[in-house]
């Protein structure tokens, strides 16, 4: 079993390794505040995980961690996977929003909870409504950074755009909140809608505000949908990994579905579980022209339920991205990230 473990961590490098030793690491690290609901699906630490290999590869800058969501385990999910990778001092912050989806009690949360228990004393929120406020810490980092130069990587209902864009001056910065995202985000990646029309959950969520965030943000959007991510699998590979004390690889033990359950209509397949988040942090880091095709467009919000349309437009500034590399190609990419270990765990010198 070791032997085939040690052959499948060397064909997984070797796929990625194409990908992951060229051009990436030359330019500066791109500034990140990534934006996550962790309430039901997981897909979201694995993003986490890849957003902090590529930090300590040097691609990126993790300048924040906020959560969308309220009233749960969400901001303590992020905090202890943070301080496994040995960055306990990110930034965290939670929604203040009325609207925000909230609740301990959703279905798949208790995978999250439970790293409350296994890793105590790596986390300050319990309640992540304990957390500052979301927008407060938007407005904070973008301040202090170089004019365009923050993407913005949401996974999750899209509350804290919302609200980000409808906060006023402060002691951070005079500037509201459309006019500072204009000055300080180069891009907002999100991971959400159903194209060319549909419904998703990310933007069905909080559907008032997806549907405000989306319609006055004031820089370049680039979507990647459900109907990227639906079938782009990882995970499989750390789950079966020997690895123990790992945040990421306890979450989709959890939760994925073992090899002798797969069936070809069953969400997850034999590589892992659709991977919409991880897609989202490889487009903010690396670029959405990495391992994508991009479509140049404007999405609209038909209605205040979530109503997801794509508009076909060229001379837009945002996109939406679609198949370039093979999807299973990215999806080892993503496993060759989730798999990598911390420079410092817990931060261990
Ligand atoms: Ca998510």
Redesign the pocket.
Known sequence: MKVAWMFAMAALALAAGCCTTRDFAKHEPVKVILD??MIS?Y??MGALACLHALADAGECEILATVSCTRKNGSVAAVEICNAYYGRPDIPVGCSKLDSAVSGRDKWGHKKFLDLQKKYPGKFKYADSDEAPDAVDVYRRLLASQPDGSVVICS??FLSNQRALLESKGDAHSPLDGKALVAKKVKKWVA?ACFYPEGHEY?SDGDPVSSKIALRDWPTPIVITDFQYGRHLYAGRAIVESDYEGNPVKDVFKADLAPREKINPRSWDQLAGHPS??ESAVLIAVRGEESYFAIENGFYEMKDDKGHDIWRYDPTSPSCRVLQKTPRTEVGKIIDELMLRKPKTPWGAR
């Open positions: 996550t609901d699906d897909d979201d996974l999750g991971m990310n919409w988040d």
